[in-house]
């Protein structure tokens, strides 16, 4: 069973949604990257998911785009953010680790190389922001030849037919974005996408976890409600380590947010137990 | 998608999924135009009556010794530059799947002016994003924007250059795309903008060969434009591309060296990398981090370029060479005084080689030169450079 699984079954057990946080490796400079990555897990997130900066992230808004220029500014270079997730996987060998990047990062290694390098480090996911369906077929090979899993995003917009690529291209889980536009959490997200979590259930996507403007405790449990396996909190964490906060400050707000994945019905669980 | 998108092994749809059905829309509705005589008439009345088609092609008088130099003057379309082509053509798209919105990205100005004009006259909302150091060196552009209505926002991420701006329009259209039409302006960027774009500015070559003909009898031997994104230069080149004997030569920003890094001499020493949806070379580090360019003119300033001229370079097609910014600066020198002709900063480096080719050749050639857009915009840099 890959680590996504494991987790999401967990979680199934424990009646809970998944709890998703995301952070820029190497911001704002390596070692305190570190520090902050196992806050996260002292919080209590289920799932990872990791940046890698690339100088011109058009997917992100002004907040994740900052990490990336402190990271960038600090020296810190793929090598060093794949240094960054192997020495966090010896620390911590069961919680996933998803990777997020873009096309031109990938590309500068090489879709296998690159691809190979994650699975060395220990990562489970990769999900590269500026390949659309239409041209994932090489990552998604590459990818399921190491044994990674390649997350796509799926929109409310998104029509049938990318859907459908999206559920034969991906493993792991599926990025459903909160509504249109960059990542940020400046934006009231949408929270109820129950027509999206819908379609991919029935065309056999993997699950959906719903990010984009997720900063909130009751973001968390509207999305969980409308019927997302999980949620992925981005931006309001960068922001804290913009702001120099303490890693104990950021396990706390992790905390928080995965409290409100709790207390989801018993019949979850039950569910779970006769699967 | 239709159509694959690729020239070779460049081009393709690198965006966002979320972008996805807004280029889908786009690329239908472009391929329904083109076969949609009302269309076609449409934008050729307003090429003729709005924009001033067909622009002339002018023999220097005094410039090029035994060789002859004919000049494309997009810089007598309204506007000032060849950007109007294909703004008056993908505005009028952005009508027809009921658009509302136009934002643009611009280097120099030019293309921002251009779409500000295609705002006012369709009455569409325009925003115009443009590096911030481009709004500092293009001051007068920014004012014509503004003055035709259009918002003109300020980019200072990154390099605070195009490439920039170009970021900065992509993330408003992943928010926007229901009303808004990104109106790109070159032949850079996702399906189907390359091949779009080209078959907007295909014009320009089509008039100059029939031009040409007509007044020499014969093809030239050589068709020269500058290339920053590459729409000018695809735009002269497309109608030459079955005509063997024509070599088409591309002029790159050689800036203040091709050796250094202070430069926008894409096709000459780019690594093949992905930037704003297309797979294409690409001026990078070695983890494809996008490198900062430099150029004397604005429109040249960008570390990608058109998918089309990296296949055209591939296939041996066409041929890319450099100019730096002080052999851009003397010819634009010498065209204002031999000719009584300011052109554009970006232009003055296609004349700087042709004066260069001219030297060289003894055979005493024909050459086609896209004098892209006027210098109007440039006056305040070049008092200032002059004046050293």
């Known amino acids: 069973m890959t680590r996504y699984a494991a987790m999401f079954d967990r979680c199934a057990r424990r009646g809970e949604g998944a709890f998703g946080a995301f952070l820029m490796l190497g911001d704002p400079d390596a070692g305190t990257s570190a520090a902050y990555l196992d806050a996260l897990v002292a919080g209590g997130a289920d799932m990872i998911e990791l940046g890698v900066p690339f100088s011109d992230p058009v997917a992100d808004g002004a907040v994740v785009q900052a990490a990336a220029v402190r990271a960038l500014k600090a020296g810190v270079r793929t090598a060093d ?12 060998p069961d919680i996933p680790i998803g990777i997020l990047t873009y096309a031109n990062i990938v590309a500068a290694r090489g879709i296998a190389c690159f691809v190979q390098e994650l699975a060395e480090a220990g990562a489970d996911s990769l999900l590269v922001a500026d390949v659309p369906g239409l041209e994932a077929e090489p990552y ?4 399921r030849a190491d044994g990674i899993d390649l997350v796509m995003i799926a929109a409310a917009a998104t029509p049938e037919p990318a859907l459908r690529r999206i559920a034969s291209l991906s493993s792991g889980y599926t990025y459903c974005v909160a509504r249109d536009g960059v990542t940020g959490a400046d934006r009231a997200p949408m929270l109820r996408h129950a027509p999206l979590f819908d379609a991919l259930a029935r065309l056999g ?9 997720i900063g909130k405790p009751a973001h968390v449990r509207e999305a969980l409600e ?5 949620v992925v909190c981005g931006s309001a964490l960068v922001k804290l380590v913009e702001a120099g906060a303490s890693p104990q400050a950021l396990s706390s707000f992790v905390s928080e947010l995965k409290d409100a994945t709790r207390g989801r019905t018993q019949n979850l669980a039950f569910e779970a137990e006769k699967r | 998608m239709r159509l694959d998108g690729r020239f070779g092994r460049f081009g393709g749809v690198y965006v966002p999924e979320i972008l996805v059905p807004a280029l889908e829309q786009l690329e239908a509705a472009f391929l329904d135009a083109q076969e ?16 001033g088609r067909p622009t002339p092609l002018t023999l220097c008088r005094n410039l090029g010794g035994s060789a002859r130099i004919y000049l494309k003057r997009e810089d007598l379309l309204h506007g000032g530059a060849h950007k109007t082509n294909q703004v008056l053509a993908q505005a009028l798209l952005a009508q027809r799947m009921g658009k509302t919105r136009l934002i643009a990205e611009t280097g120099a100005g030019q293309h921002g002016v251009a779409t500000a004009m295609a705002g006012a006259l369709f009455g569409l909302e325009t925003r115009i994003y443009m590096g911030a150091d481009d709004v500092e060196r293009q001051q007068l552009n920014v004012f014509r924007m503004e003055l035709m209505g259009a918002e003109v926002v300020p980019v200072t991420s990154g390099g605070r250059t195009l490439k920039d701006a170009v970021n900065e329009a992509l993330r408003d259209w992943t928010a926007s795309y229901a009303d808004t039409h990104y109106l790109l302006g070159t032949v ?3 399906h189907p903008f390359p091949l779009m774009v080209r078959e907007f500015q295909r014009v320009i070559g089509k008039e100059a060969r029939e031009q040409i003909l007509e007044i020499e009898g014969r093809l030239p031997d050589a068709v020269i434009a500058c290339v920053g994104g590459g729409s000018n230069a695809i735009g002269i080149f497309s109608d030459f591309i079955g005509d063997d004997g024509v070599e088409l030569i591309g002029v790159e ?15 000459q020493r780019g690594r093949m990398g992905i930037l704003h949806g297309a797979e294409t070379l690409l001026l990078q580090d070695e983890d494809g981090q996008v490198d900062d360019t430099w150029s004397i003119s604005a429109g040249l300033d960008y570390p990608a370029v058109g998918p089309e001229h990296a296949h055209l370079q591939e296939i041996g097609r066409a041929s890319y060479v450099g100019v730096e910014d002080r052999e851009a600066l003397d010819a634009f020198v010498a065209l204002a005084r031999s000719e009584g002709i300011i052109a554009a900063f970006e232009s003055s480096h296609a004349v700087a080689h042709a ?21 109007d915009k440039d006056m305040a840099s070049a008092q200032r450079l002059l004046a050293r």
């Open chain 2, 253 to 267: 920003a050689a800036g203040k060296g091709i050796d250094g890094n202070e430069h926008g001499a894409t096709l």
């Open chain 1, 226 to 230: 409308a019927g997302a396996a999980g």
């Open chain 2, 355 to 375: 004066l260069r080719l001219a030297e060289e050749r003894g055979d005493n050639p024909i050459l086609l030169v896209s004098l892209s857009g006027r210098g």
């Open chain 2, 36 to 51: 949609d005589e009302a269309f076609r008439n449409e934008l050729e009345g307003l090429l003729a009556t709005y924009a």
């Open chain 1, 81 to 92: 953010c794949l240094a960054l997730v192997a020495a966090f996987r010896t620390r911590h």
């Open chain 1, 205 to 213: 996507a993997p699950p959906p976890v719903l990010g984009f403007g």
């Open chain 2, 188 to 190: 850079a960027g996702p």
């Open chain 1, 140 to 143: 998604a090979r590459a990818a």
